[in-house]
């Protein structure tokens, strides 16, 4: 499978402040976004040593037995918070009927930035609360550098996002991708195809082999290059709504390793999806329509858009 040559955006000129600096910057991202609906950014501040605590902090927490895990499965059926073991996800029913599980397991916290959020805090490994926490930090204020160079990119001005951002949506979702003993069965990935649902996917990968891959034009899935200290990022649906489809949200999906593989080929990722505030009316940007190109889209908004996808990606019972 070939490598899909995905840009990679040194946002640090960025972050710095010179106007044109911070143009150039916003080309190239916003050219990534409407060719591939993927970028890779390097120069993002967000301090290594904190990214790999956490990666080790999260691969002993899922190193735990099952039942350590499942105290922070919560009741409700349509899980947006706490550990959700292999079985209970399969992305890929966003798109079309049945499909078998995702390999995969997860940590996940809604809207840990704030303090009315219901989620689950590990007390062991004993750093993971304090970690999760500094990480949500470091993360929002990436997404909010994201959402100024966004605006930028869009041809509008840089501040347009502001108040949309204020109090911006957030999950963080830590997936463990165990080894593969067993071979999969068919049709099962460690993550199905699938569209993200909200505005920027901030995915910190990981070099294992069994990596994400994107689907191209021709509809060929291609390996997602992995770039030291980078994060990939990419547009979801609610932003290529948004953009009016001017900026993509593009298929992807977490491929198995080989099978002839000896070593580990365990792989743990930290992902965030990033979004504006929850009651945010998501209606075409001025700067994505004209006379030739009018808005496709009706408005939504974030909060129940969002839930309505991961109401589907859920086994769930007939009586919800
Ligand atoms: O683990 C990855 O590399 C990608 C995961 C992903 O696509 C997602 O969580 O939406
Ligand atoms: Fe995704």
């Known amino acids: 499978?070939?490598?899909?040559?995905?840009?990679?955006?040194?946002?640090?000129?960025?972050?710095?402040?010179?106007?044109?600096?911070?143009?150039?910057?916003?080309?190239?991202?916003?050219?990534?976004?409407?060719?591939?609906?993927?970028?890779?950014?390097?120069?993002?501040?967000?301090?290594?040593?904190?990214?790999?605590?956490?990666?080790?902090?999260?691969?002993?927490?899922?190193?735990?037995?099952?039942?350590?895990?499942?105290?922070?499965?919560?009741?409700?059926?349509?899980?947006?918070?706490?550990?959700?073991?292999?079985?209970?996800?399969?992305?890929?029913?966003t798109l079309s009927g049945e499909t078998p599980p995702d390999l995969c397991e997860a940590l996940v916290y809604a809207a840990p930035h704030r303090p009315e959020s219901k989620n689950f805090w590990p007390?062991?490994?004993?750093?993971?609360?304090?970690?999760?926490?500094?990480?949500?930090?470091?993360?929002?204020?990436?997404?909010?550098?994201?959402?100024?160079?966004?605006?930028?990119?869009?041809?509008?001005?840089?501040?347009?996002?502001?108040?949309?951002?204020?109090?911006?949506?957030?999950?963080?979702?830590?997936?463990?991708?165990?080894?593969?003993?067993?071979?999969?069965?068919?049709?099962?990935?460690?993550?199905?195809?699938?569209?993200?649902?909200?505005?920027?996917?901030?995915?910190?990968?990981?070099?294992?082999?069994?990596?994400?891959?994107?689907?191209?034009?021709t509809g060929v899935w291609r390996e997602a290059p992995v770039v030291p200290d980078s994060f990939v990022i990419n547009v979801g649906d609610l932003l290529a709504r948004w953009t009016n489809n001017r900026w993509r949200s593009t298929l992807h999906r977490v491929s198995n390793p080989p099978r002839d593989l000896t070593g580990s080929t365990r792989r743990l990722s930290m992902v965030a999806f990033t979004g504006p505030n929850e009651h945010t009316e998501v209606a075409c940007l001025p700067s994505c329509q004209s006379a030739d190109s009018p808005a496709m889209y009706q408005p939504v908004t974030c909060g129940d858009y969002i839930m309505s996808k991961i109401k589907a990606s859920h086994e769930l019972s007939e009586t919800e």
Do not use: C
């Open 123 to 217: 007390d062991y490994p004993a750093p993971l609360a304090g970690l999760v926490k500094e990480w949500t930090g470091e993360i929002n204020a990436l997404s909010r550098h994201l959402a100024r160079l966004s605006a930028l990119a869009l041809d509008l001005p840089e501040e347009f996002f502001e108040d949309d951002y204020s109090d911006p949506s957030l999950t963080l979702r830590f997936v463990n991708y165990p080894d593969q003993p067993v071979p999969p069965k068919p049709g099962q990935l460690r993550y199905g195809e699938h569209h993200d649902y909200g505005a920027l996917t901030i995915l910190r990968q990981d070099a294992a082999p069994g990596g994400l891959e994107v689907r191209d034009d």
């Open 1 to 93: 499978m070939s490598e899909f040559n995905l840009p990679i955006v040194d946002i640090a000129p960025f972050l710095g402040g010179d106007p044109e600096a911070k143009k150039r910057v916003a080309r190239e991202f916003g050219d990534a976004f409407e060719n591939t609906g993927f970028a890779i950014i390097t120069g993002h501040g967000v301090p290594l040593e904190l990214a790999e605590t956490l990666y080790k902090t999260m691969t002993e927490f899922f190193d735990q037995p099952m039942e350590k895990k499942t105290v922070y499965t919560p009741p409700e059926q349509a899980k947006g918070r706490g550990y959700l073991p292999i079985g209970i996800e399969s992305v890929a029913k």
